[in-house]
């Protein structure tokens, strides 16, 4: 019997179960909230979105020993093998500045996502060799708002730096846009005079630059 | 996505070890768990397969060379001859160190003195089998970071020659060394190098971070250089095929991620929302996209959005269905069909080889360019690069492009079996040009980054930002092959001087530099003026003025001059994704193919992909929709009745098969382009041939001309 038919078997006994189970409880309604994987949704201009989390958990281990932590490339795999808990949705292990910080949605979260406890997440630290301490003045754990924090930052993320075109300094290009916003906010509310230069109309496709005007 | 990688999980692994080529070494024997066959064991790759189990080379100390080392060599069962072979392995010993047993095995390497010939292994599998004291004196050529393939341990790599090929080493406190193929010939590694450069990454990337535990901090952060040139979406998981090699697609009973057309809509949105440059060109991919119900709407969603260029990764087995399909899928916005191909004969292409012809058609009437995606893996369909080149031109009424994508071997796999498949960009490029018998070589080629000239010119001459290739130059490769009016093949590089050409423009930008505009266009004047000098128009394809068409490129600012360019060529492109074996994170830093997620993130191929636990199937999970759900929702639906079952009797017999194969030409085999037939063109045997064409079925091969 070859892989395909050992798979055929396993499915048949599979869709099996899936169909009593469908035919218990009857049909769906397509549009509950489990139906669609999650248990919340958000609304954004009349459109539904899935959100497979509300509100969380972060919790910030610091004062970690660094003998602990090895170096950064063992932080750096201690980091991907938080990860893999489905539960733990961001990780973030410091060499530096001695601190393990987890976003992870907790057992008692309103949703139906994979679940794992605080106390797991210690026991699965110290198993990694890192003993991480609940005293106060090294634990804080705070709620995590899902949509706002990750999931917004995500979708509507800050400008946060500015380079230049290559072949222009910073200060030739803040020149440089400078004039060409003067020149935009100029097509956008032209004077009488803009209007007699041709100063509000778009340029062509292109930068203008032509050998043969 | 069909088929970019190979994933060699612990259930496939055998299969994909019996549908190897093996060739002469899997009929030798089945002592040893030796590929190479240097011992003279000469085993096939089925016993690598039990390595893990009770079968191992008896001779040992692992002296032929083979993988086979590392696996349980004390408990091999299998005795044959090699007392002379023992004897000459027991003086040579590598680790002197006491170690434990874990180690000990992890850290034996296989041992070969290159200067006894009787020890002398293929000189493809050479570089895999040295002792670590003369790796370690091979030329270093750079240092960067990687990751152990077993426990992703981010670990110092270092890139070293070895002989032509240029090779990764790493080392792993736990794991020991590892070493791979990291370019299969260091001249051609040195000629794109020079092309690199780093871009400017985004001004707002989408997760606040410093990626100090980079790939591990993922989510485009702040240390990301490249802005998004290819931007992917999954839009499902579900697959009509499911290839072995392909691990993305949910098997029965996985969650089914399928997002709604207002989900994808946002995430359109949010690509298009980087700054300074926006994605513009869109990738949708599955699974097999055709197969979300409402394709089409989410294609014009993308086109609203503003994505240009719109790409669907499929296999075109349900265009070629549904032709109708097709054209309204033109109308919504996609110009061009991203297909899967692996092969021009139904060894190499099981996946849609006899549904190809139908997809050209159906493409050819809606008036849909198709590029040919090709997933290279040693042994298995590299024989047949060349004449996939060659079908290509045969549909270039359709066919604009060749991608080729050498394997990525993602997942656990002996390290024989990966040595036998892995390929990289130079060792494809050398495959083409010894099938092509010279007409397309290696110094045809250039390097992604080469690009970065032209637009790094119009931006220091405009002082706005244009689309930006700055991904690592060991990335990818491209060039551009004209079919002219005589049917002479001519490679761009053979009447253009693009080194040249690169070069003139960057002494132009370094010019400009600190200059007021009209000083720029005085010294883009000059530097345009002198382009023709670059251009050999005796060489030239008669079709083309090539000067104008730079004119018009430099002039217009923008790359819309390009398309008469493809129009009369095939565009032939190298895409060589990583894996754990070969991670760079030099790479993974420059990578501008990058997937959106619906949680807002947006992600480096070689992220998405090498580490899918901690990425790609993590966030897909979360928006994802339970199997049994999703039949709640769907009563009709059920995973079988998604499959596509081929009727091979039926699409054999449909004159646009016999049109496609059978009456294809040898443009390599023409006196113009040499006169040498390209190798392996495929030879037309249907499986069900039609009554009335077996007596007039014409034979496809053309007799071999030798010069």
Redesign the interface.
Known sequence: MD?RDN?QI??TK??EE??S??ED?G??D?GSE?????SHFIE?GG????M??TIIRKVTFSNLDQNELID??????L??RL??F?AV?KA????HKKFIRIIYNPPEADNI?EKISRAKLIEFLAGEGVHVSEAKENMEEVPYDYQKE??????????????P?????RE??KK??AE?EKARHRMEHPTAIDKILGRDKPKK???G???HP | MPGPMVHIGEE?L??SINSLDTGSMAESGESCGCGNGSCGCGAGADAEAKKEGDSGCACGGGSCGCGAAEADIGKSAVSHSHSEQKQRHKTITVQKVEKTEFEEVNSKRPEVRMDDPTNSTDPLFACYHRTIEEVEKMPVIEKTMTVCPE?????PGTIYKDGDYVMIRKFCPEHKWATEKYWEDYEMYTKMKRYNYFG??L???????QG???P??C?IC?RHKTHTGLANVVITNRCHLSCWYCFFYAK??E?IYEP?V??LD?IFR?LK?A??IPANALQITGGEPMMHPEVVEVIRKAKKAGFDQIQLNTTGIILGQDPELAKQVKAAGAGTLYMSCDGVSPRTNPKNYWEVPSALDACRQAKIGIVMVPTVIRGINNHEMGAMINFALNNLDVVRAVNFQPVSLVGRMPTRLREKQRITIPGAIKEIEQQTHGVIRKEHWFSVPYVGGI???I????????YDLSIHFACGAATYLFLDEDNHLIPITEFVDAAGMVEMLQNA?NE???KGRIAR?AI??KT?LALPKIIDKQKQPKSLNFSKML?NIF????FNAMGALHSKTLFLGMMHFQDEHTYDIHRVEKCDIHYAM?????LPFCTFNV?P??YRD?IQ?????????W???N?NW???ADKYIRDVKKLEQTPLFLKTYANMKDYFAMPINGGIPVDNFPVFKPKYPREQDQAQTIPATVPKVVI
Request: proline residues 8%; hydrophobic residues 30%.
């Open positions: 892989r798979q396993e499915k599979e869709l899936a169909k189970e469908t409880s049909q769906a397509p489990r139906a669609r994987g999650v954004e459109k539904r979105f899935r497979p989390y950064i490339p063992h932080v750096a795999r980091q991907y990860l893999l489905d949705i973030k292990v410091d060499y996502k990750l999931y917004n930052y995500a979708y509507f993320p800050p400008s946060i730096r500015e380079a075109p290559y072949g222009w300094t030739e290009w440089h846009k060409e496709k292109g930068s630059f032509k050998l | 496939n055998d299969q426990c992703k341990l981010i670990i400017r990454g001004d707002n990337p989408n997760y606040l971070g100090q535990n980079c591990f901090d989510g702040e029965e009973g969650p709604t207002d989900e946002k949010n929302a700054k300074p637009n790094k010119f931006e220091a001459l405009t002082g706005q930002y244009k930008v400009m530099s600190g266009r883009a004047m345009l004119m002039l217009k600012n923008d619906p949680d807002g993130q947006v580490f636990e901690v993590k999970k979360q928006y994802s929709i339970p199997a049994k759900e039949q709640k929702m009563p059920n995973y079988r």
